[in-house]
Nanobody
Framework: VQLQASGGGLVQSGGSLRLSCAAS????????MGWYRQAPGKQRELVAG??????TTYADSVKGRFTISRDSLNTVYLQMNSLKPEDTAVYYC?????????WGKGTLVTVSS
């Protein structure tokens, strides 16, 4: 399984970005997907997750601003609105299935004040 994340960049505070993560392999539709982030000097944290059945979960810090979704093929998205400087981090796509964890390379999101 390979995960390819894209969509990061530089945006001003209050702006929006949409991250995408395309997964190869047949287990995508059966696995739980998520986005994590890691800011400089901080631990990696869960931002949002979505199960194979479509149930979502969000970190308190992003509720009401971020939306995770997935299509029926192989892509999971993270729509990020009302971005804040504290959202600046490297964002990682994650897939879990049958007790196995898969990570994509990160994509950098920088929010300027």
């Amino acid at each position: 399984v390979q995960l390819q994340a894209s969509g990061g960049g530089l945006v001003q505070s209050g702006g929006s970005l949409r991250l995408s993560c395309a997964a190869s392999g047949s287990i995508f539709s059966r696995g739980g997907m998520g986005w994590y982030r890691q800011a400089p000097g901080k631990q990696r944290e869960l931002v949002a997750g979505i199960t194979s059945g479509g149930t979502t979960t969000y970190a308190d810090s992003v509720k009401g601003r971020f939306t995770i979704s997935r299509d029926s093929l192989n892509t999971v998205y993270l729509q990020m609105n009302s971005l804040k400087p504290e959202d600046t981090a490297v964002y990682y796509c994650h897939l879990v299935y049958a007790g196995m964890d898969y990570w994509g390379k990160g994509t950098l999101v920088t929010v300027s004040s």
